[in-house]
Every structure is written in structure tokens, then in C-alpha cells.
């Protein structure tokens, strides 16, 4: 089994910052791309960002300039960092792994449960 532990959602006011983890934990072999998706209420599901195995990254256009996404190998955790946070960043963040839990198995998607992030005066 494999679980993914989201934390570091909140109300934060525009123009503030958050920090988001996800920490990876059970049968794990090898984890390859991570990824950050968000879902604001009535929304559809996004993608935000993404890091691959060997750290190269994606943003969505909307956040560019103002999110960053690294990962500790060691600790097989993912953040996403916040900046310069506006209203429309208000949403349901959900982290997204790429894992063989074994050697023999095939590579499958993760989900974390999901944290709210807020942005608000």
C-alpha cells in the first residue's frame, strides 16, 4: 500500500505565501513524476506543476513566476511553494504521484486526500 499525507493548507491573505507538503510513505520502489493539481469549487480539476524523476519542471501558466515545486528524494516528499497568492489561487490542492510500489509491478497514479488553500481578506 501506498499513502500520500498532504499538509501546509490554510487562509492566507492575497499577496501572502504557503507551503505545501506531500510525503510518500509504504510499498515503494521507485517514484517518478510528482505532481501538484488544484480543484476550485464548480471547477474542473487542473494541473499546477510537475517534477519529474530528475527534477525538471512544469507550471501551469497561471502560476508561473509565482509557485515552485521541488522534491526530497530522501524523504520521498513533494512541496509546493506559494507566492504572491491571489483569490483565483483558492482552491482544493491535491498531490499526484507516479510510483512502482514493487519491481515487478507496473507504474500507477497516487492521490493524496487533498488540502485547502484559502486566499482571502
Not at 502560476?63 to 482552491?91: C, W
Not at 482544493?92 to 500507477?108: D, G, K, Q
Request: proline letters at 2%.
Amino acid at each position: 500500500q501506498v499513502q500520500l499525507v498532504e499538509s501546509g493548507g490554510g487562509l492566507v491573505q492575497p499577496g501572502g505565501s504557503l507551503r505545501l507538503s506531500c510525503a510518500t510513505s509504504g510499498s515503494i520502489f521507485s517514484i517518478y513524476a510528482m505532481r501538484w493539481h488544484r480543484q476550485a469549487a464548480g471547477k474542473q480539476r487542473e494541473l499546477v506543476a510537475i517534477i519529474s524523476s530528475s527534477g525538471s519542471t512544469n507550471y501551469a501558466d497561471s502560476v508561473k513566476g509565482r509557485f515552485t515545486i521541488s522534491r526530497d528524494h530522501a524523504k520521498n516528499t513533494v512541496y509546493l511553494q506559494m507566492n504572491s497568492l491571489k483569490p483565483e489561487d483558492t482552491a482544493l490542492y491535491y498531490c499526484n504521484v507516479f510510483i512502482r510500489a514493487t519491481f515487478h509491478s507496473a507504474p500507477s497514479d497516487y492521490w493524496g486526500q487533498g488540502t485547502q488553500v484559502t486566499v482571502s481578506s
